[in-house]
């Protein structure tokens, strides 16, 4: 159980060109996703937490202009990065949770390699 | 101002050795600490977590020592396998007012060789 895929898994697209990645939980409800990225060989930094029906609530130095994140239903969570640039590529992976207070763990997609040309 | 601090950076064990990676956290706030290991190009995958109201939890050959005065924790994988290999990142989070935002360690990166 406890199940969260992500899409696409590689994506490599021009300069100026918008890119959607989506986050679903395949098994369970996800009241809570978070996204993060990842350099290589560092860390995950979150850049920011999404809350169904509500909007997200980023990270100090995240632009939410140039990252989208839409939470529409329980089971689905997108960032869209805006006119992406080669300073964007990056490791992006999202996690999702259930209900608050129900103390459940945060369980993570396989992330999406973005390269920006 | 990075809150959950880890060593060693990077770890060769054995096979069939103790890995031992050790992290230290500053906000007493904190009340949930899990380990994540990560594969390159995949996402962590949760290993085992503790709360502080224990001070050790086993779960196969994954344990974790807890020390909340010293505001410390450590993983333990015994008996350390080649398929063991991976980055081993912990993490803290306040389920009570911290939204559950995970704050994670700089990862361990570690190599079991036969």
């Known amino acids: 159980g406890a199940v969260v895929s992500q899409h696409p898994s590689w994506v490599i697209c021009k300069s100026g060109t918008s890119v959607k990645i989506e986050c679903r939980s395949l098994d369970f409800q996800a009241t809570t996703m978070f996204w993060y990225r990842q350099f290589p060989k560092q860390s995950l930094m979150l850049m920011a937490t999404s809350n169904e029906g509500s909007k997200a609530t980023y990270e100090q130095g995240v632009e939410k202009d140039k990252f989208l994140i839409n939470h529409a239903s329980l089971t689905l969570s997108t960032l869209t990065v805006t006119s992406a640039h080669p300073e964007d590529s990056s490791f992006y992976i999202c996690?999702?949770?259930?209900?608050?207070?129900?103390?459940?763990?945060?369980?993570f997609g396989d992330g999406t390699r973005l390269s920006i040309l | 101002q990075q809150q959950v601090k880890q060593s060693p950076q990077s770890l060769i064990v054995q096979k069939g050795g103790i890995s031992i990676i050790n992290c230290a956290y500053e906000?007493?706030?904190?009340?949930?600490f899990p380990w994540y290991q990560q594969f390159p190009g995949k996402g962590p995958a949760l290993l085992i977590a503790i709360r502080p109201d224990v001070s050790e939890k086993k779960e196969g050959r994954f344990t974790i020592s807890f020390n909340k005065s010293a505001k410390q924790f450590s993983l333990h994988i015994m008996d350390s396998q080649p398929g063991d290999s991976a980055t081993y990142f912990c993490?803290?989070?306040?389920?009570?007012?911290?939204?559950?935002?995970?704050?994670f360690g700089t990862g361990t990166q570690l190599k079991v060789e036969l």
């Open positions: 996690s999702a949770r259930g209900p608050t207070g129900s103390n459940q763990p945060q369980h």
């Open positions: 993490a803290a989070s306040m389920d009570t007012g911290g939204g559950n935002k995970l704050t």
């Open positions: 906000n007493t706030a904190f009340d949930y």
